[in-house]
Nanobody, 126 residues
Framework: QVQLVESGGGLVQAGGSLRLSCAAS????????MGWFRQAPRKERDIVAA????????YYPDSVKGRFTIFRDSAKNTVYLQMNSLQPEDTAVYYC???????????????????WGQGTQVTVSS
């Protein structure tokens, strides 16, 4: 399994930006999808972005499309989530995860992921 450590969460005003980072270790190859999920209180854990090993394929749900960008530095085994135009409804705990699969198309649900970080809180004030 992969060990994942997130950083970069915090408090930001509506309209602001944050960048989350996730450092991965413990896996011998990079040919797997990395994703970011979020979970607000009393809600399910939902995907917000996914990227394949070389960044050539990404996925975003409509709720964040055009505002969030996922990118990956394979040399550093790190995946990032750039979040712009943040809104109060983006408030949640954000989790980094690694998928069992190499294809983004197979990695849109939480069940596809077998390693998770500890989560980092993002709070957007109005």
């Amino acid at each position: 399994q992969v060990q994942l450590v997130e950083s970069g969460g915090g408090l930001v005003q509506a309209g602001g930006s944050l960048r989350l980072s996730c450092a991965a270790s413990g896996r011998t190859n990079n040919n797997y999808v990395m994703g970011w999920f979020r979970q607000a209180p009393r809600k399910e854990r939902d995907i917000v972005a996914a990227v394949n090993w070389d960044g050539s394929a990404t996925y975003y749900p409509d709720s964040v499309k055009g505002r969030f960008t996922i990118f990956r530095d394979s040399a550093k085994n790190t995946v990032y989530l750039q979040m712009n135009s943040l809104q109060p409804e983006d408030t949640a705990v954000y989790y980094c995860a690694s998928s069992r699969f190499a294809a983004v198309a197979w990695s849109r649900a939480a069940a596809a992921y077998d390693s998770w970080g500890q989560g980092t809180q993002v709070t957007v004030s109005s």
